[in-house]
């Protein structure tokens, strides 16, 4: 068996899945083990009770189930850094180990409920900011679902879809319909969410910086046009930039209305 993966106090609950998904794909019954206590060999008795065989008797395969009891608590020590081992040293057993790091870590009952409507309250309030990426909102999300999963394995998933879509900023509402009218939200899953959700953030990206670059190219044209009706010799009749000439022309209209455009001569005029 490879190193098992090693002990990380302040990610135990990813630890925890790391480690219970690696035994298990190496042998399910030390997991068995781990999870439910020592392997014992029974029979029954005259009167159909369980009782355990004496080592003495039993046979060869059973006396390798019984090694499994002491290497399921090898792959935890593997597993245990020194100051981790020193606290749980005196377990007898690889299921009184497991239980022991879990209180520990993960708490009683009292705290993992405090954890859980903790967790749950941040479900309830998640939401997307307008200059949050997808990935990085998806991340957010992640964490908590599977902390929740975690903790609680009868929460429920059912939701998190809609739940994703209904924290997405304004912005985002022209896609959020979209997908709602077009897809059975009940079957779709939040990867594949995720992954369409990512395609549309790109038009937006591009669709923002099309617009700042003609907001800035506004800005540009409109200083000259302000430049053109401070200068009295009318310099801009040698412009013939149609833009550049339209935002005169609008500017010319907006200082009219106001009272504050000065009459050019005749000959200035038909230059615009």
Request: proline fraction near 3%; hydrophobic fraction near 35%.
């Amino acid at each position: 068996m490879q190193q098992p993966p090693l002990f990380v106090a302040n990610c135990f609950i990813y630890w925890k899945n790391c480690f219970e998904t690696y035994v298990k794909s190496e042998d399910i019954d030390l997991w068995y083990i781990i999870a439910h206590g020592n392997y014992k060999p029974t029979i029954k008795d005259k009167d159909g009770k369980d009782i355990v065989i004496p080592y003495e008797k039993i046979d060869e395969n059973h006396k390798k189930m019984i090694s499994k009891n002491d290497e399921a608590k090898m792959v935890l020590y593997n597993a245990l850094p020194k100051k981790e081992y020193e606290r749980i040293f005196m377990c007898d057993t690889a299921q009184n180990i497991w239980d022991s790091l879990i209180t520990t870590h993960q708490g009683n009952k009292q705290v993992k409920d405090n954890k859980i409507d903790l967790f749950v309250q941040k479900y309830e309030e998640f939401s997307i900011t307008d200059d949050e990426t997808i990935d990085c909102a998806f991340s957010r999300f992640n964490t908590i679902i599977t902390s929740l999963k975690a903790l609680d394995e009868s929460f429920s998933s059912r939701n998190h879809v809609r739940k994703f879509l209904r924290a997405l900023p304004s912005k985002w509402r022209p896609k959020v319909t979209a997908i709602e009218e077009s897809k059975d939200l009940s079957k779709l899953s939040l990867d594949e969410l995720v992954g369409n959700l990512k395609v549309y953030e790109v038009v937006l990206e591009k669709d923002l910086e099309s617009a700042k670059n003609k907001k800035e190219k506004y800005k540009s044209l409109a200083l000259k046009a302000r430049q053109v009706l401070s200068d009295e010799d009318g310099s801009s009749s040698d412009s013939n930039d149609e833009e550049y000439a339209m935002v005169v022309k609008d500017f010319k209209k907006f200082f009219r209305r106001r009272g504050k455009f000065v009459r050019q001569p005749y000959d200035d005029k038909k230059n615009f």
